[in-house]
């Protein structure tokens, strides 16, 4: 088991579909990420949030959209996505953004984009 | 960002050590080493980081050259579970962005 929970395991969705992935943390961690990753590749930071304001943007297209609505949770918003956006979504959280912080990660979301 | 160099894959036998090596010969004073692992279907763990001197915790050792040019992470009995990828990253004090970024890591086999 993980401190960071993620919704849903697993989903598919079509090209014009909008969803969302949901991540929560209740370790009081200020730091929370958005990583993607391919089938046998390292995973690829997306996004990072601190004090829920996005401070990062890895230059991910705009058919997704990150939102903090809240220290313990984080949203990333799916639309008009491309089969080639089938990956693990994986969330983390960290105390802070020191480089001392370790991040803590969940389990991810499976998504496939049909 | 600095980069790291580690062997593609290396294997163990159950109940001994294993030493996994990272090269960062261009690693920079205010660089921490940073190691996590991704077991099978799972999102990485963290296992352990140093930024000069050696660190034990309860899962693993790290060992830390005098130069910082290289480290290796130590497993002191390796399990079954213990197969899995184990990357070695580098993380600027001095930047406080938040970033970690995976390279390609050293894939772990465990034989019983």
């Known amino acids: 088991d993980t401190e960071v929970t993620q919704t849903p395991k697993h989903l598919v969705m079509g090209m014009t579909n909008k969803k969302s992935l949901k991540c929560e943390q209740h370790?009081?961690?200020?730091?929370m990420y958005w990583y993607k990753q391919k089938a046998k590749k390292p995973p690829e930071l997306m996004f990072v949030y601190s004090y829920e304001k996005l401070s990062i943007n890895e230059s991910v297209p705009s058919r997704f959209s990150p939102e903090c609505p809240n220290s313990s949770l984080l949203n990333l918003h799916l639309h008009a996505l491309q089969p080639e956006d089938s990956a693990l979504y994986l969330c983390a959280s960290s105390q802070d953004l020191g480089a001392g912080s370790p991040l803590h990660f969940g389990n991810g979301t499976r998504l496939t984009v049909t | 960002d600095a980069k790291t160099t580690q062997p593609n894959s290396m294997e163990s036998n159950e109940e001994e050590p294993v030493h996994l090596p990272c090269n960062h010969s261009?690693?920079?004073?205010?660089?921490?080493i940073h190691w996590y692992r991704q077991l099978p279907s799972q999102g990485p763990e963290y296992v352990i980081h140093?930024?000069?001197s050696n660190v034990n915790n309860r899962m693993a050792s790290l060992a830390i050259a005098e130069d910082r040019k290289s480290s290796t992470l130590i497993l002191h009995r390796a399990t079954l579970r213990d197969a899995a990828v184990y990357y070695c990253i580098l993380r600027d004090l001095a930047s406080n962005t938040g970033k970690l970024i995976f390279g390609q890591g050293t894939t772990l086999q465990v034989k019983p």
């Open positions: 261009t690693i920079s004073g205010t660089d921490y």
């Open positions: 370790m009081g961690h200020r730091a």
């Open positions: 140093g930024l000069t």
